[in-house]
């Protein structure tokens, strides 16, 4: 069996970002020293009109002077994320509605977004703890043979299909 561990962890990232958002708001820290981001008046526009998507998320976004806006919590479920690049391109998604693109959809794309920042890369080395755990949870979750982007997670060979690629069949 081989995993891709980036793709399933961040599978199983965005089964609880989802299951959170459903159950409320994610949990949120508040900075201890906000983070600030360069916002244009259409991007200061589209982060009024989705301050509840925003909330929801766990991000509280306030002015912080002209064309400025202050990152004052962020969830806590992604922490390994920059907060700045993190919501610069949410608020990118925000402004840049294209037609047909709904609020269900603009979530998802979100927490997918999202998903992906808080995962383990890929290459990243796991210690034997790290790797029980993605293994357990990889039970937990329902949809754990895909990423939210469609990629598998896990491909499976039996030991006759490797002893077919490396030519030692008839042995």
Do not use: W
């Amino acid at each position: 069996m081989i995993i891709d561990q980036h793709a399933l962890h961040e599978r199983i990232i965005y089964e609880k970002l989802c299951r959170n958002v459903r159950e409320g708001k994610l949990e949120s820290q508040r900075l201890l020293i906000p983070e600030t981001l360069a916002v244009s008046d259409n991007e200061a526009e589209a982060i009024q009109e989705n301050s509840d998507f925003i909330a929801k998320l766990g991000i509280e976004l306030e002015p912080f002077g002209p064309d400025t806006m202050a990152i004052q919590s962020f969830p806590t479920m992604l922490a390994k994320a920059n907060p700045v690049e993190f919501v610069r391109e949410m608020v990118d998604k925000l402004s840049d509605k294209s037609p047909g693109i709904d609020a269900e959809r603009l979530l998802h794309e979100v927490l997918d977004m999202a998903a992906c920042k808080a995962a383990i890369k890929a290459g990243q080395p796991l210690s034997e703890g790290e790797m029980s755990q993605l293994f357990a949870d990889k039970d937990a979750v329902v949809r754990a043979s895909r990423c939210p982007h469609g990629r598998p997670t896990t491909i499976k060979f039996t030991l006759d299909e490797l002893e077919k690629q490396f030519k030692r069949t008839g042995f």
